[in-house]
């Protein structure tokens, strides 16, 4: 009878230990994902290679919002429960978001292995004490855009380098008539209403000459370095020389809030510089095919002693919610899904689409901490980059694309690029554009500064 209970006892032990390993290899799960601007074939590709490889996850879905009601739709998600695994996120909105995201688990992804091969702009957005909080693919930056025509016909045979060259290449392009209308813009800059992202240009500029944007939890704008014996005010200067196009007395006056928005006169072919990111080629070629333009790197202070090279990102990224909307169980399956689980796939596919070149990978499962190995056939970043025409995050994407002529300036742009975190960025950019608008009515840079530095102080959260 003792013989039988141990016989007994041993095969109920077998059976729960493969039965444990049988559960194992049949977990599986969905993933939902929600963006703006792009659509679902965007991802199909992306999507069907990495189900296709991955052992645990059977579908990923994606559902397109628009940018008017995003916001407020995923706020109302979230709050009901009903809300995506992963979902995008503006750059500038994760202190929003802070506590409704779940950073990527430990033992995943490694903060400090993967921040050598990322273009710098977006490590600092994404990492904060050693945690990673968001990955993207992609990061966008500005360029500037040319019409060669108007180029060729004046006998310039580049694109500016530096502002001083950018100066003089409005001067000889800018036609103004006799009653002082301007017919010809040299450049599309110096308002705020007709311009597009004029707060990210005046932004750049304050960069490229060196302004810590805050500091200590204050903002300064025009605390920058000293150069020698010369103080350097970087905020102030780069408010001045912005709003200099748009002053009539200036010798670089080419542009005010008369002209049509900035994007729609440089496809008209009535100005012949714009800056902008890479969104706005594909709106220039539709409206425009015709129109022989090009693009080239943003133009950088003249002087590197006096300031340093900058660029600024505006971009999307891709979190993972802390709280999911669970699988029911399926078919065979002894046990449902569990939040831990799904952050922890959701984050899987991030890592694999952001980082993963394609081939041979190592990944770990949510159940028992186990290492498995599978491939992926193609490089998941690669693929979407070529699909929706996007500069890269990744050093290795960006050293291919540097001379693609779409989208090379934007990817070495990403090099260079910069932000700063801050709450209400919509707010934060309306002083901006407003700062912009005081000095053209009248009211000194110094004054408009001030007041604009006192606002955003206001406003913002600083990390």
Not at 378 to 391: G, M, N, Q, S
Not at 408 to 421: C, S
């Given at each position: 009878m003792q013989k039988k209970i141990v016989l007994l006892g041993l095969v109920l032990c077998v059976f729960v230990f493969t039965g444990c390993k049988k559960e194992a290899a049949s977990f599986d799960t969905s993933l939902s994902v929600w963006g703006v601007f792009d659509n679902e074939g965007d991802y199909r590709e992306v999507f069907n290679s990495y189900v296709g490889s991955h052992p645990h996850v059977s579908n990923i879905s994606y559902r397109k919002f628009t940018i008017d009601t995003y916001r407020d739709d995923l706020l109302n998600a979230l709050a009901s429960g009903n809300n995506p695994d992963i979902f995008m996120i503006h750059n500038t909105w994760l202190p929003e978001f802070a506590d409704k995201i779940a950073p990527a688990p430990k033992g995943m992804m490694n903060p400090e292995a993967i921040t050598p091969n990322l273009a710098d702009v977006a490590t600092r957005d994404m990492i904060f004490g050693g945690e990673i909080f968001a990955l993207t693919p992609t990061v966008d930056s500005l360029a500037l855009y040319y019409n060669k025509d108007i180029f060729n016909a004046a006998g310039i045979t580049s694109p500016p380098a530096t502002w001083s060259e950018f100066d003089e290449i409005v001067k000889q392009l800018t036609q103004i008539d006799d009653n002082g209308r301007i017919i010809r813009s040299g450049a599309t800059l110096g308002t705020a209403k007709n311009i597009s992202r004029p707060e990210d240009i005046l932004t750049v500029l304050m960069m490229q000459g060196g302004a810590e944007m805050t500091r200590g939890g204050?903002?300064?704008?025009?605390?920058g370095i000293n150069a020698g014996s010369k103080a350097i005010n970087p905020g102030r200067d780069a408010l001045l020389y912005y709003t200099s196009f748009a002053r009539g007395t200036s010798p670089v006056y080419t542009w005010n809030n008369a002209q049509h928005y900035s994007i729609d006169s440089f496809y008209e072919g009535t100005a012949a510089m714009t800056i902008s990111y890479s969104y706005s080629y594909d709106t220039i070629k539709a409206k425009n095919e015709k129109l022989n333009f090009a693009v080239a790197p943003l133009p950088q202070i003249d002087d590197q002693s006096l300031g340093q090279q900058a660029n600024f990102a505006n971009y999307w990224m891709f979190v993972v919610a802390k709280n999911h909307k669970l699988d029911a169980p399926k078919q065979g399956e002894t046990f449902q899904v569990n939040n831990r689980m799904k952050i922890w796939e959701s984050w899987q596919f991030l890592r694999v689409f952001a980082l993963h070149p394609g081939g041979q990978i190592q990944l770990r499962s949510p159940l028992d901490n186990s290492v498995y190995t599978t491939v992926f056939p193609?490089?998941?970043?690669?693929?979407?980059?070529?699909?929706?025409?996007?500069?890269p995050l990744r050093k290795d994407l960006i050293e291919q694309q540097k001379n693609d002529v779409r989208l090379?300036?934007?990817?070495?742009?990403?090099?260079?690029?910069?932000?700063?975190?801050r709450s209400n960025a919509e707010q934060v950019d309306d002083v901006f554009s407003e700062m912009i608008d005081n000095v053209n009515k009248g009211l000194s840079v110094e004054k408009a500064l001030e007041a604009g530095a006192g606002k955003t102080q206001q406003l913002i959260r600083t990390r």
């Open positions: 204050s903002v300064f704008f025009d605390k193609i490089d998941l970043a690669k693929k979407y980059l070529e699909v929706t025409k996007k500069p090379g300036a934007f990817a070495r742009g990403n090099l260079i690029a910069r932000t700063w975190l």
